[in-house]
Structure formats: structure tokens, C-alpha cells
């Protein structure tokens, strides 16, 4: 038995009354000190081989079991080794009885678990801690803003939120790699650690989405001031091998002094006041109001209600004519989107073309709208005496141009329709143009090799130079409502369009000057040169038939003329 004791794999011993080591197996012996024998350790006690604290809990433990005969099964503890300082070990101790079942000691054994305990704490952290950026996670942010809650019952005060969201975090991922993308969160988390106090937790929760938790605002503490310093630290330059990457951000920031607020819910709240951050223009704060949790509410449920919009057939598209300057004929129709709603009535996609954007569902709309406006325009086409030069305007947004697959989706549509790629024009804003310049821009010569034109929306109300034009290759200029609505009125704004419209044709595109509502307005983008014209004065957006019948109208009009 001795010899099946001594030369087990397993670290087991036998002591004394005093816990002076009676027995140890060799293998207990190998774990400590190279060279140390089993025999060298017999007489010896735990003071003469491991640290203080861990011999002196040994000492007590053991003599516990001697008094009350009680076995310890399994206690996980640091074993100090000498050379090891951070070795665990699961140790099980047990009485050791004579024959006549009095207890003389103990005996015991132990495992090594530093591995097991090692994967264990890397666990936990994992468990915690986001893996790109070593910041606490969602998980550890929820769990310390609880406890800083719990606190607050002890101690009362504030705490505050700050969330924060990168601005076009996904250009940069998109057009310069998840690696530099990546680079920029790391560096974004390395700020943010910065400028954070010693108490407060900064944590990531995925994507480009980082909270800043402190945990006890001072009475003047002012979250706003917070806020604006992680929205400087955010936008100070980041020059990535030799790349400009810098971003901004936006912040929604919330306070409570309520101990019995919800971990979850403020952290939400603090979210639904960084959307408003992102609504008002982006890089900037907005501080939580109950209100805007209603408008958040709202815009959810019109979220699920357009979801279910396109199966159910609730969209559906109107057409306004644009007409020649030179000889007052139709040449096209902008498509423009409605949505049936079933409660609110017809919804103006000003309301929700915006919310589709935001939430993913632009592409499927957008594949709807140009689909649909194609298959009419192939119908029209079929009419006798059809324009031949009508054309029709697409709007396409600037998410849909995000997409690299547009343009085979545009060939596939025009083919299925049997549509001469030049009758369709798609209808592109300058910021969506500009937003995303190098993948734009190839999409855009893709469409234009295809034959299809682009027309630049809207112009004048974002940042498009006519250098970008030309680059961009734009056919048609479209100038914006808020240029036409001046013009007689302001001198400065007839300026504007006359020099537009030189500067556009000498790049060789056609000029629509949109929203013309008067007469006046009317004469004047004739004599300003725009080369056709769209607008309520003409007609309003207006269902199929309506079109066919004022084209019917138009050439009964025509063929009367001498
Ligand atoms: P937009 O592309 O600039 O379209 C012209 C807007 O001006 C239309 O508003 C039209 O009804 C309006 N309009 C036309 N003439 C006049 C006028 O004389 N006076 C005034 N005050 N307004 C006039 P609508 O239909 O409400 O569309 C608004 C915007 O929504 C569009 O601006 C476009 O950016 C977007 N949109 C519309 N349909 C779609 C679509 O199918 N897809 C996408 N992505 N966006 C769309
Ligand atoms: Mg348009
Ligand atoms: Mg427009």
C-alpha cells in the first residue's frame, strides 16, 4: 500500500495532529522543488514550503478537521509554490482515523487546476470584455451600471450615459478595409480611455457603437461637457497608413438619480438620444427627453408597418410630366413613391423613404419602384404615338448606390422590360452622390457604360461643384425647388441659375429646373436657358392613366394646330 501511495501520479499526504507531513507521495514532492525527495519532506509543515498565508489557511483548515471530524471536499485555492507563484489547486481533506477510529490527523490530496482555472478566467474575460478592443462589453456594461444603480440607494447622487456612434463608420470599413476599420475602432476605444475617469467604465457594444458609464456625477458635473469632449476626441484627425480615416460621431447622453431605474432601459434611452443626435445632423449631442422615446416608439411601429408594406401591395407610384422649354412637349415623368396606408391614408415618402433608408429596407423598395416604373413605361411605350424621346426618372438613393450590385439589377430590369437603356434616367442626390465618391463613382460610369442617365438631384442644396460633374458624369442637372422659388425675387439666385445652366450645358448636360409653380417662374427658367422644366404650375404628380390621357390631350392639342 505504501508503495502504491508513494509512487501515484496523484499529490497526496498524510500528517499529524500538529500538520507536520508524516507521508507525501513523490509526485508532491516533484510539484515543489526539483531535487526535494519525498523522505527530505517528512517533519516538515506547510510553513517550510509555501508562503505564510497559504500554510497558516492550510494549518487551520486541517485543524478544523481535527476537531470536528468534518472532511473539506475540493477547495480551489492559490497554492504559492515558490517557483510557481500562480498555481491553483483543488485540494480534498479528509480525517485521518487509527484503527480505533480516533482521529490522529489528516490526509489529503490535491489536483493541479491552474489550467482548467486558467481558461476559466480567460472565459470571464471573454465573457466581458469586447475581444477588439479590450473595453468592457455589453454584458459588463449592463452589469456595473446595475451595481452603480444599487449604489445610488446607498449613496444617493447621479450617474450618466454617454452613447456614442460613429458617423459613416461604413465607407470606411467598405472602402478601406475591415482592417483599417478596425484600426479606427481600436484607436477610437484608446481616446475614449482617455478622456474617461478613473471610476468610470468605457465599454463597446459592437459595431461602432461605444457608452461611456460614470458612475457618480459631482453636482456641477456637467454630462453636456462630457459629451462635447467625446465628440472632440472623436473627430481629432486619424491618418491610417498614409489615409485620412477621421470620423465624427454622434452622442446621445441620459442621467438618472434613480436607484430603481433599469440597467437595460437607460441604456436604451441613451441610444434613442444618440438617433436624435444622428437626425439633427450628426455630430453633435442630444440629451434624452421622455418625448423622443414616444417619437422613437413611433417610428418603430411605422418600421414594422412598412416591412409589411411591399407584400401587401401598399406602394405604389405616381408620375409628374417634365416638359420641354423649347416646345412645351411631354418628354418624361419622374416616378415619384407613395405608400396606402391602411389607416393613415396616402403617405408621402418624405416620412418614411428616409425610415426605409435607415432601416435596411431601402433596397427592397428601390428594387420595387424601379421595377415598377419600368414595366409602365414599357406599357406607354406601346401607345400609338408614344414620345419617342420620353424618358423616365428613377430616384435611387444613396444606400442603393452603396450597393455594388445596382447596375447588374438595372440591365436585368431594363432587359426584362424590353427598355432602351437611355429612356431610363436615374435620379441620384448630390450628398448620396458625393457621400461615398470612389465606389460611387464607379457604379456610376457602370450605369452610364450600360447607357442609362444620371441626373443630379436636387442641385444646389448640398456640396457638388460642377468639377465633381464632370467626373461624376452626370447627363442632367436638376436644379433645386428652393433656386426657382426666388427666381424674380432674388437677383442673386437668377444669377445663380443662369451661370448653372451655361456652366452645365458647356459640360454637355440637359437642364430641369424643378418646382415651377408660377408663370413668372416659368418665363424665367425659358429665359434662363434650363432646358425643361417640372413643376405643380405644369402638372402634379399624378397616377398612370392621368398621364396617358393628358398625352392624349396634349397631341389632339398639337395635330388642331395649323
Ligand atoms: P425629388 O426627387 O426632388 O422629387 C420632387 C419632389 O418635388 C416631389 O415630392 C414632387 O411632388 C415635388 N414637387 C414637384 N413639383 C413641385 C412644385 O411645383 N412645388 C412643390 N412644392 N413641390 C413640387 P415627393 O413626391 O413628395 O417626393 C419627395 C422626395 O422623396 C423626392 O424628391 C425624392 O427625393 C424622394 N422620393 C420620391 N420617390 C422616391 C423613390 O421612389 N425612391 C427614393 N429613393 N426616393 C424617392
Ligand atoms: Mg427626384
Ligand atoms: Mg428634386
Redesign the pocket.
Known sequence: MRNLLANTAQRLWFKDLDSRIIFVSSAFAEGLTPGVSAADLVGKTDFDIFGEDHARAAYEDEQRIIATGEPLVDKVEREDFRDRPDAWVATTKLPLRDEAGRIVGTFGFSRDVTAQRRAEEALLYQAFHDPLTGLANRAALVDRLAQSLIALERQPGRLGLVYLDLDHFKPVNDHFGHEAGDRLLVEVARRLQRLARRADTVARLGGDEFVLLCPSLHEDDDLRLVADRVLAAVAEPFVDEGRDLSVTGSVGIVSSSDPGADAGALIEDADVAMYEAKAAGRNRFKVFDASQRDRAVASHELEVELRGALERGELF??Y?PLFSLTDRSLTGA?????WRHPERGVV???EF?PLA?ERGL?GA??AF?LDESCRQLAAWERYRGWPREFTMA????GR?LSDPGLAEQVARTLWRHRIEPSRLCL?V?ETAMLGQSRDVAELLSSLSRLGVRIAL??FGTGYATLAHLQRLRVDVL?I??SFIEQLGRSPRDTEIVAAVTAMAHALGMSVVA????TAGQLEAVASLACDRA????LA??MPADSLVALQHSLRRRAGARP
Open positions: 407610384l405616381v409628374q419622374e416616378a415619384l413613391l407613395r408621402q415618402p418624405s423613404v433608408e431601402i423598395i428601390g419602384v428613377v430616384n435611387v438613393s442603393q435620379e442626390t438631384d436636387d436638376k433645386d425647388r424643378e418646382g415651377v409653380e417640372q413643376g405643380y404650375l402634379r404628380p
